[in-house]
């Protein structure tokens, strides 16, 4: 029993992203990609949710917080 | 010779005063960073602060146990992470038990059958949703999975240093990771399409 093919590109699809497949699996991976556009069109949706779950979830640091980190220089490991 | 050379002595305490200055700046320099991560581990911006606050302050106190040359920003996190946990500040909004995560094309199935295939052609598909509603989706994710996915998708960690900073195995960072991930997905699903 070999399995869906589109199932298989979907247990890949973290992997792929992270760029740690096996060479093997990312001919596989890539192989199926190429043909069908079903997964490809699913990896390119992950891709731009990576960058947007990032974009929307960094927050700078509040104006002030950094002269309080700074006076906090020179303690001393005794105290 | 029992005692140091008067000017020797001078001179020691010149270079550590130096190199508690130079781990001072570095540390300083990472702070965005790792208020980055802080913020989304904990619940309000004020925790946020103090967590990083009480970072510093134990970053700066022990700064001779930093081996210089190392990874620095994974070094602070390692005191922030373990900080957290000792505090129990992690946010717990979810219930204990975890429901079994959909699989990963899950969130793209939902908005195709909702909007048609071609949705997820379009360059903002992903940005119809809002960010408020992904940030919420993140603090619903169990701690243990959010930490990681923070670590490595929100901070840039590698595996590596997310283990090293967590002190766990590498392959469980990775099956926190994707399950994280996979969590993440099905609450933006729950929100997304109604």
């Not at chain 1, 979907?10 to 093997?24: C, I, K, M, N, P």
């Not at chain 2, 700046?25 to 990472?30: D, K, P, Q, R, T």
Request: hydrophobic share 35%.
């Amino acid at each position: 029993m070999s399995g869906d093919p589109c199932d298989r590109c979907e247990e890949l699809l973290q992997d792929f992203l992270d760029r740690t497949l096996s060479d093997a699996e990312w001919r596989e991976a890539e192989t199926h990609l190429a043909g069908c556009d079903y997964c490809s069109r699913r990896y390119r949706f992950e891709a731009s949710l990576r960058r947007y779950v990032k974009t929307s979830a960094i927050e700078r640091m509040p104006p002030g917080l950094m002269a309080k980190l700074d006076e906090l220089r020179g303690l001393d490991a005794t105290a | 010779m029992s005692e140091p050379e008067p000017d020797t002595e001078a001179r020691r305490i010149a270079t550590e005063a130096r190199d508690r200055a130079r781990f001072e700046e570095e540390a300083l320099s990472l702070a965005d960073q790792v208020y980055r991560v802080a913020r989304r581990l904990v619940g309000s911006r004020e925790e946020a602060e103090d967590l990083v606050q009480e970072t510093y302050a134990r970053a700066f106190r022990s700064w001779r146990s930093y081996t210089a040359g190392t990874n620095m920003r994974a070094w602070l996190l390692r005191i922030l992470t373990n900080l957290n946990v000792d505090r129990g500040r992690r946010i717990q909004r979810t219930p204990q038990t975890q429901p079994l995560e959909e699989t990963d094309y899950y969130l793209a199935n939902k908005l195709a059958s909702a909007g048609g295939e071609q949705v997820l052609e379009t360059d903002d598909v992903v940005e119809r949703m809002s960010q408020d509603s992904v940030v919420n989706a993140l603090s619903e994710i169990q701690p243990q999975f959010r930490e990681v996915v923070v670590l490595v998708d929100i901070g840039d960690f590698t595996y590596a240093d997310a283990a090293q900073i967590l002190d766990i195995p590498i392959g469980t960072v990775m099956s926190r990771l994707h399950r994280g991930r996979r969590a993440l997905k099905q609450r933006l699903a729950e929100g997304a399409v109604t």
